[in-house]
């Protein structure tokens, strides 16, 4: 009982998330970009914790602390100003995207040399992600719509998985529940055997 409610709440959680992403995509992006910021922030603080512990023993904690500071910074900067933040987080994403999209097409040239046939679909798909990358690059407020939408879908979608799941995890706890019987009986029947065993 206490799985099928968990699954059932999670799942509600999810969907409710999922929904408000694609009605709201904007304002959902930048509370997205506020969450990273707040990440950021709180890896600063523990990377700085760990730099000043670490000053006395570690050569290089002195470039940690500058990190940590940094990160610190940032963090503060996504935080406070969110829709600077948005703006950002879409563009590096974009740019990741097109590292990644040359990345697999110069990939497809070696997996040519190295005799694989399907190398021209890696040269398609790569060729076909820088295209894509340079969209989102410039223009980053779309970008950051179809992000946030796609994120609410796949929020909804894993949603609706979980409450399909609840009738499965039923089913399930009820065959285990009928092969725990099962053998018990079977103990049970064991146990009766080696009584009438024993008193022959």
Same mark, same amino acid.
């Given at each position: 009982?206490k799985?099928?409610?968990?699954?059932?709440?999670?799942?509600l959680?999810?969907?409710?998330?999922g929904?408000?992403?694609?009605?709201?995509?904007l304002?959902? &992006?930048?509370?997205?970009?506020?969450? *990273?910021?707040?990440?950021?922030?709180?890896?600063?603080?523990?990377t700085?914790? &760990?730099?000043?512990?670490?000053?006395?023993i570690?050569?290089?904690a002195?470039?940690?602390?500058?990190?940590?500071?940094?990160?610190?910074?940032?963090?503060?900067?996504?935080?406070?100003?969110?829709?600077?933040?948005?703006?950002t987080?879409?563009?590096?994403?974009?740019?990741?995207?097109?590292?990644?999209?040359?990345?697999i097409l110069?990939?497809?040239i070696?997996?040519?040399?190295a005799?694989?046939?399907?190398?021209?679909?890696?040269?398609?798909?790569?060729?076909?992600?820088?295209?894509?990358?340079?969209?989102a690059?410039? !223009?980053?407020?779309?970008?950051?719509?179809?992000?946030t939408?796609?994120?609410?879908?796949?929020?909804?979608? *894993?949603?609706?998985?979980?409450?399909?799941a609840?009738?499965?995890?039923?089913?399930?706890?009820?065959r285990?529940?009928?092969?725990?019987?099962a053998?018990?009986?079977?103990?049970?029947?064991? !146990?009766?055997? !080696?009584?009438?065993?024993?008193?022959?």
């Amino acid at each position: 009982m206490k799985i099928k409610i968990h699954l059932a709440l999670t799942a509600l959680i999810l969907i409710t998330l999922g929904v408000i992403c694609v009605l709201n995509p904007l304002e959902s &992006f930048v509370t997205i970009s506020w969450l *990273i910021g707040l990440l950021i922030l709180l890896s600063g603080v523990i990377t700085l914790l &760990f730099g000043l512990r670490a000053q006395a023993i570690l050569p290089n904690a002195a470039s940690t602390t500058l990190l940590a500071i940094f990160q610190i910074v940032i963090g503060c900067i996504f935080m406070l100003n969110t829709w600077i933040a948005s703006g950002t987080l879409t563009v590096v994403f974009a740019m990741w995207m097109l590292f990644e999209s040359i990345s697999i097409l110069v990939g497809s040239i070696d997996y040519k040399r190295a005799g694989y046939q399907q190398w021209w679909l890696m040269l398609i798909f790569g060729a076909v992600s820088i295209a894509l990358s340079f969209v989102a690059i410039c !223009n980053p407020e779309p970008t950051a719509l179809a992000i946030t939408s796609l994120l609410g879908v796949a929020l909804m979608a *894993i949603g609706f998985v979980r409450l399909a799941a609840i009738p499965a995890v039923g089913r399930l706890q009820k065959r285990i529940k009928e092969a725990k019987k099962a053998v018990a009986d079977q103990i049970a029947e064991i !146990n009766t055997v !080696n009584t009438e065993a024993e008193e022959v």
